[in-house]
Structures are given as C-alpha cells and as structure tokens.
Nanobody, 124 residues
Framework: QVQLVESGGGLVQAGGSLRLSCSAS????????MGWFRQAPGKERQFVGF????????YYGDSVKGRFTISRDNAKNMMYLQMNNLKPEDTAVYYC?????????????????WGQGTQVTVSS
C-alpha cells in the first residue's frame, strides 16, 4: 500500500521560503510521476508541479513557475518542494500525490495516492 506523508508546512512572511517534504513508501516509485497540489479554502485543488521519478523531469503550474522547485532523493524515497518568494496567494494546504502510470499530467484525477496535506500560510 502506497503511503505518502508531507511535512514542512508552517507560517512564513511574504517573500520568505519554505521547503516541503514528501516521504513515500510502499510503491515502485521509479516508474511513478509524483506531483504537488494545493487547495485553498473554498477553491478547487490546484496543480503546483510534478516530477518524473525515473529521469527527474519537472513541470510547473504557471502560478509558481520560477519560484518553486521540485526535487527528489531516490535513495530515501523523498520528494521536496522548495518554495521561494512566497506570496499570500500561496496560502493553502499542500498535498503530494503519486501517479503509478508514470504519465506526465497536471490532472489531479490521474493521481491515485495522496498524502494528508500540510498547511502553508503566507502572511502579508
């Protein structure tokens, strides 16, 4: 059973940085695409970015491009989301997700496994 656990959320001032972590277990992650999504109160879940576990290829949503970076540590089965120059509109619960098919997609419906989420709050 695939399990994903996020950590690293918190409160930060606008312009600051945070690094989120996602610990993954129970799957053959070398073939997966791993994604980050976020959801603010009253809004739909929004794509942040993904990383192809096998080759490290990344892709980002327009709202975070140039500010956020996804990386992974294959040996530790860890994925990271480095968030720089944070803005109040980045405030949300952040989720990591796993897509076992390995396709490149920003559609949350194509991700089968999800973590419990970690809150990120950016104050102005």
């Amino acid at each position: 059973q695939v399990q994903l656990v996020e950590s690293g959320g918190g409160l930060v001032q606008a312009g600051g940085s945070l690094r989120l972590s996602c610990s993954a277990s129970g799957g053959t992650f070398t073939i997966y695409t791993m994604g980050w999504f976020r959801q603010a109160p009253g809004k739909e879940r929004q794509f942040v970015g993904f990383i192809k576990w096998s080759n490290g290829i990344t892709y980002y949503g327009d709202s975070v491009k140039g500010r956020f970076t996804i990386s992974r540590d294959n040996a530790k089965n860890m994925m990271y989301l480095q968030m720089n120059n944070l803005k109040p509109e980045d405030t949300a619960v952040y989720y990591c997700a796993a897509n076992p098919s390995g396709i490149y997609t920003d559609n949350p419906g194509r991700y089968d496994y999800w973590g419990q989420g970690t809150q990120v709050t950016v104050s102005s």
